[in-house]
């Protein structure tokens, strides 16, 4: 699924009162709100969906697969999603297939 794609589901969703351009807005704008917010180091809570977080990776010794010499990979930022009880139910169900 792509963004058109939801811009598409938020209209057959909401109905004929809201055009194309405004439900773009509306996911432009969501898109955007989780972006920031990750981006300073925060979480978002969707009841029912999921939470995006940032972990901090530890600095760890890796291998190069060619050679085997050992690189080390240094700490970083990196975000995660993790789904919430409700949408781990319905995806082991397989609504929708």
């Not at 709100?33 to 972990?55: D, S």
């Not at 760890?60 to 700490?75: D, K, M």
Request: without cysteine.
């Amino acid at each position: 699924m792509t963004k058109a794609d939801l811009v598409e589901r938020a209209i057959e969703q909401i109905g004929p009162g809201i055009s194309k351009r405004d439900a773009a807005i509306v996911v432009d704008a969501f898109l955007e709100a989780v972006k920031e917010v990750l981006a300073e180091g925060q979480h978002i809570e969707i009841r029912g969906f999921g939470t995006f977080k940032v972990h901090n990776r530890q600095p760890r010794l890796a291998r190069n697969p060619r050679t085997g010499a050992a690189v080390p990979i240094p700490s970083r930022k990196v975000a995660v999603f993790k789904v919430s009880k409700d949408l781990n139910a319905l995806v082991a169900q397989g609504v929708g297939e």
